[in-house]
């Protein structure tokens, strides 16, 4: 039988290890990466844990797009990493929320 979508034609001829290369994908395109301003002493993300880094985050987020009200009240903050740099690598909960802010 005949593939009957683009999707299904290229699905049809890639390896198995495909579906972990667009997991990878689908988590970068989530996330939005904010480096540290060297000139700063300290920055919130060596002093706050996680959950406050999230909450934060997402308190942010919801200022902004009350302020903008462009459409993007469902963007929230699901996740972070703090990076080695000083820098957070922040996960949102979809692409379009991440490529908004």
């Known amino acids: 039988m005949a593939p009957t979508s683009y999707a299904e034609a290229l699905s049809a001829w890639l390896s198995l290890a495909h579906p972990n290369t667009l997991a990878w994908y689908w988590i970068r395109e989530r996330q939005v990466l904010v480096d540290r301003d060297h000139g700063a002493v300290e920055s919130q993300a060596e002093v706050l844990n ?3 880094l999230v909450a934060n985050s997402n308190k942010a987020i919801a200022a ?3 302020w903008a009200s462009q459409g993007m009240d469902e963007a929230r903050v699901v996740g972070e990493r703090k ?3 000083g820098g957070v690598l922040y996960e949102l909960n979809n692409a379009e929320a991440a490529t908004w802010l």
């Open 83 to 85: 990076l080695m740099n």
């Open 50 to 52: 996680k959950c406050e």
């Open 64 to 66: 902004i797009t009350g």
